[in-house]
């Protein structure tokens, strides 16, 4: 038997009369398969291995299903441990308790990731909106609004319902008001479809019109007469009643039982008796308005209070200074956003490009999606990558916390445009070939109330955790409590979510060992096993993301996840069948911080190149599904500089023309990057504006800057003028045509086979390619030489000190072609001998084999 992680999936019905399609109407059961092959913890020191032929023919006692092993990835790592090993199978079956509780209260997972179907504001199709909520702590639910004039009785739970399930859903009704001189519908269940303008409801068929053509259709002559005349069955049954009869000798006519059975219902006509739009609209005013203000107002034990509703899809935060207000998002069909491209096909390697929208204008304001749209997004397609990641877009009250302190998670950020402003963000760069992937906030929340989740229904127990377990120990934020069904059916709908409305196409998973320990990942790690399943390691935490993981990529097949992890939890990027998390790629921070300590605190000629090496590739596991930057926006963003402030300093601006200051910053700047890219991982990322050296850091406004925007921006006018910016860019450029041309990142990984401290060089292979690099600030080689396995012809593709770059260029034209030399170095059969200026890298390309 295998494993699957087992979804209804909804197939659409074929276009109705009025050009309706209905959904989940049938199912069928799609199941995702994970692989076949075992794996087995290695033994402990002493032990002897079992047979082989039991290893071959053993099962997995924990769930008796192929392709499951919760310790699989163990081995395939080289990790001996037997209390981590333990642990495993521990999680592995609270895992599978918690998929049994799950599916004892939704049909599917599908079902449980898509709460946003039936939760929030909703158009129902019998001339009305519905509105649902989840506040067990309520005593009493309603709609207040400026559709209303806030009142928080007139929209209200229906009296007699109890307003709210045992789960503590409340469900309010908001019905659409008929217009002046209208009559009600004669049918009570009248629907509407309110996409089209025009259907057959519109051509003024009558309801009766249409039932008496159903019944002629249905019924042949003389077949409805029990239906035209009620009483004539009733009297024939009374005629038998005290008369002998014969139970098993029925009287059964052939022809009519199959006549009856091939019958089919006239759905065809009913759909005539619904009305379009235009009708709807002549006939009723909406409940709620597109763009109202609305807010959710509870009675509580504590005393009544307002909030904004946390299903809510638009959001105003602030409204100067007033108390904040959800606005309800139904725009007619003409000015709804319709889609035009497809997502592009997922890449073999990711060539990252990260931005925040507010700071990515020039001016000294808060930029929008739709000038995001026209001015960045062809700016990075023609920069080389082939991926977006946007910081800050879901809503968040304070500005300043980069979006990182998420008031409402279900809507995009107001300050930035309308939902249908980031729907065409995302369609323009599908169109351009980028994905979009979003930074996603679910290891913890803002502690504001009114906008927020922070006691939401007037408990302290509903989204989050009591007492300090509630409450992260440094940033002042609410955690989550993972256990509670309910919780995950939110968090889970939030990811699912932000895929079906807006077409995202994968997640950055922010700060996850805020969530995966109670120290929040503040504790120092000597890199013992026992600190990833001791007392403070959040189980449940971890089971979310793994059910994140499984229930993401079985609806969405295409989508990329991505894990930011500090403490780089073991089996972050494993498949779940075998122990893993799941994850697609997992984000390496030390790379970032060492070049920063780099170069605050050690001179250029003490760099270890060894320390630079172990750093950059010294994780042997999933080295291939690794992310790497050289600086994202933490560092520039979180009160540090960005390593152009650190390397430049004021010098562009005091004296543009080349020096030895400029020199130095440009050569190691771009040597960095280039190391960066291209040693390890598939994956790479990069901060809005680094690629060209932006001289500024990032810093929102604040009170410490009297809220001050100077910083807040990027200048873009720098690529205007011929010079270093330009440069930079340039090289970055190329940087990533390595990938788009030559495919050296996804088809190889590398082969570092030469670091030496004293030299400060550092060259590896992947596959036909040579890189090079010599980080010594003063020493440049004429004939340096380096191992290579295939004898031949290397041409360099690439010179870090090219004039074009703001290079030397201490290498001639004549001097691109090299041969090897039939002399064993570095543990290779060949080698070359290269010119090596100071402070250059170089990548070579085997153009010609020769044959020996």
């Known amino acids: 038997m295998t494993s699957s992680l087992s979804l209804l999936t909804q197939i659409p019905l074929p276009p109705t009369t009025d050009g309706s399609v209905g959904i989940r109407s049938i199912t069928y059961r799609r199941s995702v398969v994970f692989p076949t092959k075992k794996w ?10 079992p047979p082989k032929h039991r290893q071959r023919q053993s099962k997995n006692p924990e769930s008796g299903e192929k392709g499951i092993d919760p310790v699989g990835f163990l081995s395939k790592s080289g990790i001996t441990h037997k209390g981590f090993a333990l642990y495993l199978r521990e999680r592995y079956k609270s895992l599978k308790d918690l998929k049994d509780e799950i599916l004892t209260r939704h049909i599917d997972f599908r079902d449980m990731a898509s709460g946003f179907e039936l939760l929030g504001m909703h158009r129902n199709v019998q001339h009305r909106v519905d509105f649902m909520e989840w506040a067990p702590g309520a005593r009493y639910c309603a709609i207040v609004g400026d559709f209303n004039d806030w009142s928080p009785t007139e929209n209200c739970a229906r009296e007699g319902h109890y307003g709210h399930d045992d789960y503590g859903y409340w469900f309010v009704i908001l019905e659409d008001k008929l217009r002046d001189g209208e009559e009600p519908d004669e049918l009570y269940f009248q629907q509407y479809n309110y996409v089209d303008d025009y259907d057959k409801g519109d051509s003024g068929v009558t309801a009766d019109e249409v039932f008496q053509k159903a019944n002629d259709e249905y019924w042949e002559p003389g077949e409805d007469r029990f239906v035209k005349s009620r009483f004539e069955i009733i009297a024939k049954l009374y005629e038998q009643i005290g008369k002998e009869y014969d139970i098993f000798n029925v009287i059964d006519d052939p022809v009519s039982k199959a006549k009856f059975r091939a019958k089919k219902p006239p759905i065809a006509y009913w759909f005539e008796t619904r009305k379009g739009r235009k009708a709807w609209l002549k006939k009723y005013a909406p409940a709620i308005p597109h763009g109202s203000k609305y807010r959710v107002y509870f009675n509580t034990p504590n005393g009544p209070l307002e909030r904004i ?7 105003n935060p602030e409204a100067d200074g007033n108390q904040g ?301 690794m992310l790497l930057y050289t600086e994202n926006h933490n560092q520039s963003i979180s009160g540090g500089r960005s390593f152009a402030e650190i390397l430049y300093g004021q010098t562009l601006e005091q004296s543009p023309v080349m020096n030895d200051l400029l020199l130095r910053g440009c050569s190691l700047h771009k040597m960095i990057r280039l190391i960066t890219y291209s040693i390890s991982g598939r994956a790479y990322l990069n901060f809005m504006g680094n690629e060209f050296g932006h001289p500024k850091r990032v810093e929102f406004p604040m009170s410490s800057n009297g809220f001050s925007f100077s910083l807040a921006n990027r200048d873009w006018d720098l690529l205007a003028k011929e010079g270093v910016h330009q440069n930079l860019l340039s090289f970055d450029k190329d940087m990533m045509d390595l990938e788009k041309t030559e495919k050296v990142i996804s088809r190889w990984l590398p082969n570092i086979h030469h670091v030496n401290d004293t030299n400060m060089v550092i060259s590896y292979l992947r596959g036909p390619f040579l890189f090079i690099f010599n980080f010594h600030p003063t020493n440049s080689y004429e004939r340096y030489s380096v191992g290579v396995e295939e004898a031949g012809e290397y041409q360099v593709i690439l010179n870090s000190d090219e004039k074009k770059y703001s290079g030397q260029g201490s290498i001639g034209q004549d001097q691109y072609f090299r041969k090897t030399i039939s002399r064993r170095v570095d543990g290779m059969r060949n080698c070359i001998e290269v010119p090596l200026p100071s402070r250059s890298a170089q990548v070579y390309k085997l153009t010609r084999i020769l044959r020996v």
């Open 309 to 315: 509703p946390a299903w809510a899809t638009y959001v």
């Open 325 to 625: 207000y959800a606005i309800h998002w139904e725009p007619p069909p003409e000015h709804a956003y319709k889609w035009k491209h497809n997502s592009p096909k997922v890449p073999k390697s990711l060539r990252i490009y990260e931005a925040h929208i507010g700071i990515s204008g020039s001016e000294p304001k808060i930029a929008s999606f739709s000038e995001f749209t026209e001015k960045v997004l062809p700016y990075v397609k023609d920069a080389g990558y082939n991926a977006i990641q946007l910081i800050g877009v879901v809503e968040h009250k304070d500005y300043f916390t980069v979006g990182y302190r998420v008031t409402n998670m279900f809507a995009v950020s107001s300050r930035y445009g309308t939902p249908e402003d980031f729907k065409r963000l995302v369609d323009v760069a599908h169109g351009l070939g980028l994905l979009v992937f979003m930074d996603i906030v679910h290891s913890y929340s803002a502690a504001d109330e009114m906008v927020g989740l922070s006691l939401f229904d007037g408990s302290n127990d509903c989204y989050f955790h009591t007492g300090k377990r509630g409450q992260h120990k440094f940033w002042g934020t609410r955690m989550f409590k993972y256990e509670d069904l309910d919780v995950l059916h939110y968090l889970l709908s939030n990811l699912n979510w932000w895929v079906v409305e807006y077409h995202v196409d994968g997640f950055n998973f922010h700060s996850l060992a805020s969530m995966m320990y109670t120290h929040n990942g503040f504790a120092s790690f000597t890199g013992d096993m026992e600190e990833f399943y001791n007392q403070y390691v959040d189980r449940s935490a971890i089971l979310y993301l793994i059910l994140a993981n499984e229930i993401l990529h079985t609806l969405h097949p295409n989508i990329i996840t991505i894990a930011e992890d500090a403490t780089l939890y073991p089996g972050l990027c494993e498949p779940t069948s075998q122990g893993g998390l799941g994850f697609d790629y997992f984000v390496n921070p030390h790379a970032s911080e060492m070049w920063l300590w780099f170069l605050e605190n050690a001179q250029d000629s003490s760099w270890s190149m060894s320390k630079i090496v172990d750093t950059l590739a010294g994780i042997n596991r999933n080295s291939n599904k």
């Open 40 to 49: 087995r913890c290695s033994v402990s020191p002493g032990q002897s291995p």
